[in-house]
């Protein structure tokens, strides 16, 4: 197959998220696709598999012009998707999955016979064994995953994007997908791969477009690119003044200080040091335990092991109610699913996470509660009709302003910052910077964790950069940059595979 | 800045309606009701009503908390029927019928907690643990009374004034009604356990990040509930002057389908006390109407059922 996509514009309301953007895949191409969270990738796909629409633009396969109305049509023109999420059924044995929608027919019956055959024939030429008639969730993720792509090949597909395939795996389900890759190229199949592991794409890829702020910067061979220029390429931005002048506060006391924290199966072995008046940065990959990390400092979860000191005393955070009487404060990481009532009022929303200090003797104090709400939604600049209104109506920048707004009515000591500026607007980014520092400028400690350099470098003071659960790194934000930090999240140069 | 208009009348009647779909219902039903027949409207059948809504009305109150924390209690009707014959079985080895009463209740709020337990620390589901707790209880009552109801408790003492008694002219299970009626708004509008009640059913990982104690509160609200059983089950002990082990089949769904017609989401997070008393007396009226009516009993369940559906679809609707 051979695919183009001219010239695509695509809007989300008044937001442009794709800008002009040819992309092109070759007939018997693995193609690699590049770009920072943000950058448009998963919305160049979504118009592919025809989740969503383009604005303007035009897509041809084989040079006729296609238009994709939903995903069942982009199937039948052989394009398939193997999501970062698999889409199986756990519960349901693997033959089922495979045939789940398209099962064959004989008379009024699911010709299970058929099914089988073809399932065979498909787990033969891939070169894999599985057993058809067990529960999927049976299988790990890597086998899960080899299904799917089992599934998308008895569709036919000749176009299949795999989405970030190596996230969950081990080094061992890596190898076995990438052998049922080389069975793919030798099939004749084009591949779209999308993947932040700078290595993996050097050793499959033929060609690598890559995306920057909604646009192409550049599509080339691979065979003309090297790590730096690649890294170059996908984080060419201009600082600007998106991030303000540094207040010049001198880290004081120090407020929190972890000595070989571990959990199992997500991080392990992590010293930090955390003062007064200081920003410290979090950078990893997914899955590389920095959540994780944040949510068993919270008390959300519990260290297996481990020393925890606050303001110099060892502490063990058992609850996160006693995480806020020790003075943390945890803006998390998904505001709609844990950070947010979304159905309740900003009112209410600040209100349930700040009950001790607005009630006395188990009541609600509903006057002191109207005037404390708005002094802290009026601190972080909230616009909205007024705090009556329901958070699901405010755009993504306001919600996670109220998010803001309700832990700074702790009054923290230390606020964990996990991904703050996720799918916000630029000027809500840059309120949200500009409160940060005044923050620091108050001698908060503040614990930023984001996956956008760009932001580390322009807000911390010091970068702790974890991988797989293990800290890489620890530097001091002078004279650095993004390719420093990138090396030690994706492992770099020394990146091996068993 | 976007500009805040005021809202013109007809808005602001559009919203109170909108608001207000049960009440708005509640009223136009007693209209049908008075013009279809008259007696409907004497004062005598009012209060008699009013009566008949008691029982529900009390265990749908703590079913309402419940259903805002996100749960379900399958095991009220049960729970009933055992706590009256706690109650039956202490008057009938001599206990002064008070001392009798507080034994119900606090077995009522003891089965709550249980089940508030298997909820919280033992992670099951609301639904199934309140299955068990149903059919169990049952099992438990008919073990106690040997199958046999219990009856004439006497015309002296609590236990005759709680079901059979009037203030004045007004019967006393419709003032207890009105008095848990205030107790339950105050409670969930006013207190930092109610607005915990909230924040549990409209997010629950987001109060426990926002450090409440989920789980000490969910058995808080099982307790309550199992409590409102109990004073449902006393007073209906004392109106029929009987405890009779299949007491209170069928009236979780009553108490539910009052709950829901009251406004409130099965998902959790949103509900009111006000909305789940109109609720009771909405089949409270559909009930004693149709029994004006003479319509036959048969008919009498499957407007009830339709009343439901219709109310939850023109809630949705807005």
Same mark, same amino acid.
């Given at each position: ?32 696709? +590049? ?39 982009? /199937? ?143 599509? /080339? ?9 690649? +890294? ?181 000591? +230390? ?31 503040? +614990?930023?964790?984001?996956? /956008? ?46 | ?38 007696? &409907? ?23 309402? @908390? ?34 009798? @009463? ?12 249980? *089940? ?10 609301? &639904? ?40 004045? &002219? ?10 848990? %009626? ?10 930092? &356990? ?7 059913? =409209? ?22 509930? =199992? %409590? ?48 789940? *008393? ?41």
């Amino acid at each position: 197959m051979h695919l183009k996509m001219q010239s695509i514009d695509k809007f989300f309301g008044p937001v442009q998220v794709l800008t002009n953007v040819d992309f092109e895949v070759k007939p018997n191409e693995f193609h690699a696709l +590049i770009g920072e969270n943000g950058a448009g990738k998963s919305t160049l796909v979504k118009i592919l598999t025809g989740i969503e629409h383009q604005t303007s633009g035009d897509v041809f396969i084989d040079d006729a012009p296609v238009h994709f109305k939903n995903v069942l049509e982009a /199937e039948k023109m052989g394009i398939s998707i193997v999501n970062q999420e698999l889409n199986l059924f756990p519960e349901m044995t693997v033959l089922e999955n495979l045939f789940i929608c398209k099962e064959p027919v004989k008379g009024l019956f699911i010709d299970a016979d058929e099914e089988r055959r073809r399932a065979a024939e498909v787990f033969k030429r891939l070169g894999i064994n599985v057993n058809l008639d067990v529960p999927v969730k049976t299988y790990s993720v890597g086998i899960q995953q080899l299904i799917e792509i089992a599934k998308s090949l008895l569709e036919e597909a000749k176009l299949i994007i795999l989405d970030e395939p190596t996230s969950a795996l081990t080094n061992k389900e890596i190898s076995q997908l990438f052998d049922v890759l080389k069975v793919l190229k030798k099939e004749g199949k084009s591949i779209v791969y999308i993947s932040h592991r700078l290595p993996e794409i050097f050793e499959l890829c033929d060609s690598i477009s890559i995306l920057r702020d909604g646009a192409l910067v550049v599509r /080339e061979d691979i065979a003309k690119m090297n790590f730096e220029s690649v +890294i170059k390429n996908m984080v060419g931005y201009e600082l600007g003044n998106l991030f303000p002048d540094k207040p010049t506060v001198k880290p004081g006391v120090c407020l929190m200080e972890a000595k070989s924290l571990a959990r199992a199966g997500e991080f392990n072995d992590i010293s930090f040091k955390l003062h007064a008046g200081e920003i410290i940065g979090f950078a990893g990959l997914i899955g590389a335990g920095r959540t994780e990390l944040m949510n068993a400092l919270f008390g959300v979860t519990r260290f297996d092991s481990g020393h925890l000191e606050i303001d110099g005393n060892p502490v063990e955070i058992k609850s996160v109610a006693q995480a806020k009487k020790l003075g943390l404060g945890y803006v998390t990481e998904n505001r709609k699913e844990e950070g947010l009532f979304l159905d309740e009022s900003i009112t209410n929303n600040v209100l349930y996470n700040n009950l001790k200090a607005l009630s006395q003797y188990g009541f609600v104090d509903d006057k002191k509660t109207e005037s404390f709400v708005d002094t802290y939604t009026q601190e972080v600049q909230v616009k909205s009709h007024s705090n009556a209104q329901q958070i699901h109506q405010l755009s993504g920048g306001n919600q996670q302003k109220v998010v803001l707004a309700k832990w700074l009515a702790t009054h923290p000591k +230390i606020l964990i910052l996990d991904e703050p500026t996720r799918g916000i607007d630029v000027k809500s980014k840059k309120q949200i910077y500009d409160l940060i520092f005044k923050l620091k400028a108050q001698n908060y400690g503040v +614990i930023l964790v984001s996956s /956008e350099l760009v932001e580390l470098l322009g807000v911390a003071d010091r970068i702790y950069v974890l991988r797989e659960g293990q800290l890489m790194k620890e530097m001091a934000n002078q004279n650095i940059k993004d390719e420093d930090i990138m090396v030690h999240m994706m492992g770099g140069n020394t990146y091996a595979r068993g | 800045m976007q500009e805040v208009k005021t809202p013109s009348f007809q808005e602001k009647a559009l919203e109170f309606v909108k608001q207000n779909i049960p009440l708005i219902g509640l009223i136009m039903l007693i209209i049908v009701m008075g013009i279809l027949s008259p007696a &409907f409207l004497s004062s005598f059948n009012i209060l008699s009503v009013m009566r008949q809504a008691s029982i529900n009305g009390l265990i749908a109150f703590g079913m309402t @908390i419940v259903i805002i924390s996100g749960g379900i209690d399958l095991s009220v009707g049960s729970s009933l029927a055992f706590s009256g014959m706690v109650a039956a079985l202490l008057m009938q080895a001599g206990i002064p019928s008070s001392i009798a @009463i507080l034994g119900a209740l606090t077995a009522g709020a003891l089965v709550g907690m249980l *089940i508030g337990l298997l909820i919280s620390k033992g992670k099951l589901p609301p &639904f199934i643990a309140t299955l068990g707790g149903m059919i169990s209880l049952r099992g438990m009552t008919l073990i106690l009374s040997n199958g046999v109801p219990i009856s004439r408790f006497g015309d002296e003492g609590l236990i005759a004034w709680i079901g059979r008694g009037y203030v004045w &002219f007004i019967p006393a299970p419709v003032v207890i009604l009105f008095v848990m %009626f205030a107790v339950f708004s105050v409670i969930l509008k006013k207190t930092v &356990f109610g607005k915990h009640v909230y924040a549990i059913g =409209g997010n629950e990982k987001g109060a426990l990040l926002s450090g409440i104690n989920v789980e000490r509160n969910k058995i808080f609200i099982y307790m309550i509930s =199992g %409590f409102m059983s109990a004073l449902a089950a006393v007073i209906l002990t004392s109106r029929v002057n009987s405890a009779v082990p299949t007491a209170g089949e069928m009236y979780e769904l009553y108490a539910i389908a009052a709950v829901v017609i009251g406004g409130a989401s099965l998902s959790g997070g949103k509900g009111r006390a006000s909305g789940t *008393i109109i609720g009771a007396f909405i089949i409270a009226i559909i009930n004693n109407g149709l029994n004006l009516l003479g319509v036959s009993a048969y008919i009498q369940q499957l407007v009830t059922g339709l009343i439901i559906i219709i109310a939850v679809i023109a809630d949705r609707k807005k």
